[in-house]
């Protein structure tokens, strides 16, 4: 709950200090997107609340309807007229003004329960022996809302279910000789999508740049460089950074954290990753404490989901990855990727309470007195003790 709430209202802190000019550059007001922003907050907060409190038995019978209204959404993105398409990626739906839902964001929700419920259901019937129960319908349905959202243009998503599947597999245990095969599968499918796609196979060529190259096609990966070069230890302060004035495109989103190194510096760089290590040790703690399958493949699922989309954004900014146009968890702008996250760190925390360690009252027989003496007894001390389970 701690790092959840630090880096959500860090984020929010930082994008509203990186959105403004580009706002204003828009015709907006400088809190445009911080109004927004803020709004998601709120709704993922009471989300957040909502699955923290639910017990893990309703989050159980919530994995259809939530996995069906996953897939019908994405499929609506896909239909004329009611699919907005960004930056070349058709995957918001629009619902009214300026705001926008994005489905895919909640595909990583749904594949999450749906995949720890089957396996769960699966191995309460000791049919986990066997490799196809491993695998089916978990990777099918996983492959559907894997075309769904590669149909949208959305790799980077796309990666993140991948990473999600792969971890509800291992942790199942799927054997060494499949998953080595699986993993080569998804290996292959991402050289065929990145080598017939003119645009991935420019980004791709940007990892390690260090000059925007011909026709400035790596310059957002070379700025983001420039904008953590220039924060030093401490930051520019915050507000004041140069590269969020049009050197920077999309300061707000994929590359919030390169603003926040250059307006806090190393050290305010270092801090959210602190905050992301410690968000995912509960998470793994979490997965590592209980008997409950479920909860241990929901935890992990959870865990990897928000490691795996930090990590492609952080590598994107840093220059160590492609630029994927995937959001940093909690910290950077997005309403539905905000909202999915709460949502996601609320349900680690129904996971965490279901752990949580009941004391008993002793059993009721003769009314003992402070001290454990019963009226009666010649002044023994009894042996009332009490336990915990």
């Not at 400088?30 to 993922?44: C, D, M, V």
């Not at 049919?127 to 590669?150: C, D, E, I, M």
């Not at 990892?207 to 957002?220: M, S």
């Amino acid at each position: 709950m701690g790092s959840c709430t630090l880096l959500t209202v860090f984020g929010l802190m930082m994008v509203f200090s990186a959105s403004q000019v580009q706002a204003l550059s828009h015709g907006h007001g400088s809190a445009f997107y911080f109004r927004k922003q803020l709004l998601a907050a709120a709704a993922g907060a009471v989300l957040l609340v909502a699955a923290m409190r639910a017990p893990v038995r309703l989050h159980r019978k919530a994995v259809y309807p939530v996995l069906g209204t996953a897939v019908v959404l994405l499929c609506l993105v896909q239909v004329p007229g009611l699919g907005q398409t960004v930056n070349g990626s058709t995957n918001w739906l629009s619902l009214g003004g300026s705001f926008q839902l994005q489905p895919s964001e909640f595909a990583k929700v749904a594949l999450v329960l749906w995949g720890a419920d089957l396996i769960a259901r699966k191995e309460s019937h000791r049919l986990l022996t066997s490799v196809r129960h491993l695998l089916l319908p978990l990777v099918p349905g996983a492959l559907l809302l894997l075309g769904l959202v590669l149909i949208g243009g959305d790799m980077g998503t796309a990666l993140i279910l991948c990473c999600v599947l792969f971890s509800l597999l291992w942790t199942a245990g799927t054997p060494a000789r499949v998953f080595g095969w699986a993993l080569a599968a998804a290996a292959l499918a991402c050289v065929a999508l990145v080598a017939t796609t003119a645009y991935r196979a420019a980004r791709l060529s940007c990892v390690g740049a260090v000059d925007p190259g011909p026709d400035d096609q790596c310059w957002q990966a070379v700025h983001g460089l420039y904008a953590f070069a220039d924060g030093g230890l401490f930051g520019r302060g915050l507000g004041a950074s140069m590269e969020k004035w049009g050197q920077l495109p999309e300061p707000h989103t994929d590359f919030v954290l390169a603003i926040t190194g250059e307006e806090t510096g190393l050290v305010g760089t270092l801090t959210v990753l602190a905050l992301y290590a410690l968000l995912l040790a509960a998470g793994l703690a979490v997965a590592a404490r209980t008997g409950d399958t479920f909860v241990r493949l929901t935890a992990v699922g959870v865990t990897t989901w928000i490691a795996a989309q930090s990590t492609i954004n952080i590598g994107g900014a840093l220059g160590l990855l492609p630029i994927s146009g995937v959001p940093l968890p909690l910290f950077s702008y997005g309403g539905s990727a905000l909202i999915a996250a709460l949502f996601g760190a609320g349900l680690l925390l129904s996971l965490a309470r279901s752990q949580g360690t009941t004391v008993t009252a002793p059993r009721r027989g003769k009314r003992t007195g402070r001290g454990g003496k019963s009226p009666g007894n010649g002044g023994r001390r009894t042996g009332g003790k009490r336990t915990a389970r």
